[in-house]
């Protein structure tokens, strides 16, 4: 199953006083059945990393056009979150845009 996990920086958003910066947080997955327990197993994921990440905030949706990850899995998580390194998870500033509609 590919799997593609991006965290997009948004610097046009001021950093919160605590030093966290907005990021759009997005987890692609191909070849599932995009049913609802395909889509808990995402935010579960998802949550290994971003444990903040609750139902209510994550959203859900199908890749619609892209060269590489059409039809894709994706759920999409926007917060706060402290800039730093996150293990297998490729970072973005913003202007650099994904190569990905939903």
């Known amino acids: 199953m590919s799997t593609y996990k ?3 920086w948004r610097p046009d958003i001021k950093e919160s006083s605590d030093g966290k910066m907005w990021a759009n947080v997005h987890l692609l997955v191909g ?3 995009c049913s609802i327990v395909d ?3 995402m935010a579960e994921e998802l949550r ?5 990440a609750t139902d209510d905030k994550v959203r859900c949706g199908k890749v619609t056009k ?3 990850c059409q039809g894709f899995s ?4 926007d917060a706060r979150i402290p800039k ?3 293990p297998g998870w490729t970072q973005r500033e913003n ?3 994904q190569d990905y509609y939903w």
Do not use: C
């Not at 290994?48 to 903040?52: A, G, H, L, N």
């Not at 994706?74 to 998580?77: E, G, K, T």
């Open 6 to 8: 991006f965290i997009y």
């Open 95 to 97: 202007g650099q845009s």
């Open 48 to 52: 290994k990393t971003f444990p903040e």
């Open 39 to 41: 889509y808990q197993k």
């Open 66 to 68: 892209s060269s590489y």
């Open 31 to 33: 070849y599932n059945q």
């Open 74 to 77: 994706i759920i999409a998580f």
């Open 84 to 86: 730093g390194e996150y």
